[in-house]
């Protein structure tokens, strides 16, 4: 998977660092082109010698290097790598990538593109359970950073625990299934990938609406239809932007997953990722939220024991991108959750929305749709209602897509 795969492997500072020179050797072994750039901190635990002597390249350690800016642009230096590899990440490194920060060479090519990457931390097991760095590693997750490690084992610093690099061949085994992955998502046998050139938004999931600091108003939706309709999108070779309310899913790989929690965070997130050809609402947005979320906890009223949530409704998210004056998408399609007169209700939805189409399913009490892995759902649309036998949500996902790559065709 790795033949003629250009990597930028980025060395941090760690004692890990010397297992790079081994990842180094491994990558090359498989036929990619590594390029190495070693950060100060790297550079105290291996020399620019021994990685350029490895890489066969010279490394790049400065971000104001005229030299190499004269022959490759720091920019360039990113951009043009298939996969960026920071190995190892240390604790200050995921901070600046976490919090976007451009001070030095590694992490202005790390902000400076959009080309996929992976990071193989390595720290002290206190520093890797700290709030701050899980907060960091959420967050880069959620950006759809890929991880590898770390390890539990004996550290360098004498204590036991999470932190210790993955080792270089279980590095080399995750950077050619991403490959894999990768590759499989773009030709999936069959197909036809006819979404190519197309930018689709989907919403997926829940939308939580806080009462105060540690409540909110939920509900049971998983996530899995809206993520399997942003993996087959990809799969057809659409630029697909996955605006998620929280899910305990990961994005499907090849998207841009921007993360949300409220209806109003869902509906600003879908407007900033136009234009697209297609928005798909799968979300389940809550209807309503709380008109003053209260800024400190709030306690049980002894007296008082009945209260009263006063609810304000939210923007209709769906019904927003359906009434676009202006750069309204070419398709627009919206889920309706019915528990009777499904297609009845179904095409109401369709009609009060003003969306192009509806996926309608039934999710009565013993259906299994929420949260299961299948679902039974009718196609709403100008040309004729389709109903489709029940079939896992990533078959309805595929037939979906295929749909929607039939509608854009040009
Ligand atoms: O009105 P109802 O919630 O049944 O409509 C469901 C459809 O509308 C789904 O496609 C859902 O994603 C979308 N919706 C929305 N914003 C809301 C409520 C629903 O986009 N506030």
Not at 6 to 11: G, N, R, T
Not at 58 to 76: K, S
Not at 81 to 108: H, Q, R
Not at 334 to 348: L, N, P, R
Request: aromatic share 4%.
């Amino acid at each position: 998977m790795l033949a003629g795969k250009k990597i930028l492997l980025i060395i941090g500072g760690g004692v890990a660092a010397y297992k790079s020179l081994l990842l180094i050797r491994d990558l090359q072994k498989q036929g990619a082109f590594v390029r190495c750039v070693l950060t100060p901190a790297g550079a105290e635990f291996v020399t620019p010698l021994s990685v350029g002597g490895l890489s066969g390249d010279r490394v790049y350690q400065e971000l104001f290097d005229l030299t190499a800016e004269a022959e490759m642009g720091h920019i360039e230096l990113s951009r043009s790598a298939d996969l960026l590899v920071v190995a190892p990440t240390t604790a200050d490194l995921m901070a600046k990538m976490a919090n976007g920060l451009a001070n030095d060479l590694a992490s202005t090519l790390l902000l400076a593109t959009d080309t996929p990457v992976m990071i193989a931390p390595s720290m002290n097991v206190r520093m890797w359970e700290h709030p701050a760095t899980q907060k960091n590693l959420k967050t880069l997750k959620s950006r759809g950073v890929l991880t590898v490690g770390p390890d539990e084992g004996d550290m360098a610093c004498g204590e036991y625990g999470y932190g210790r690099m993955a080792e270089p061949e279980v590095i080399a085994d995750a950077i050619g299934d991403h490959f894999e992955f990768a590759a499989s998502a773009e030709t999936t046998l069959g197909t036809p990938q006819g979404l190519r050139g197309k930018r689709i938004v989907v919403t997926s999931g829940p939308t939580h609406e806080p009462i105060d600091p540690v409540r909110y108003i939920a509900n049971r939706s998983s996530g899995k239809q809206g993520h399997a309709i942003a993996g087959a999108l990809v799969a057809e070779g659409a630029e697909v932007i996955l605006i998620s309310g929280p899910t305990r899913l990961d994005a499907p790989s090849g998207c841009t997953l921007r993360a949300v929690e409220t209806a109003e965070e869902m509906l600003s997130e879908t407007l900033n990722a136009l234009p697209a050809d297609a928005v798909v609402c799968a979300a389940a947005v809550a209807d309503y939220r709380v008109e003053a979320v209260a800024e400190n906890k709030l306690k049980k009223d002894d007296e008082n024991d009945a209260r009263t949530l006063s609810l304000v409704e939210n923007p209709d998210i769906l019904k927003t991108i359906s009434q676009l004056p202006n750069g309204r998408p070419e398709l627009v399609i919206g889920f309706a959750a019915e528990t009777e007169k499904v297609i009845d209700h179904a095409s109401a939805k369709r009609a009060r929305k003003g969306c192009d189409w509806i996926v309608a399913n039934d999710v009565s009490t013993g259906t299994g749709t929420f949260g299961g892995d299948d679902n039974q759902v009718t196609l709403v649309r100008d040309a004729g209602n389709e109903s489709w036998p029940k079939m896992s949500k990533d078959d309805v996902a595929r037939r979906l897509a295929t749909k929607i790559s039939e509608a854009l065709k040009p």
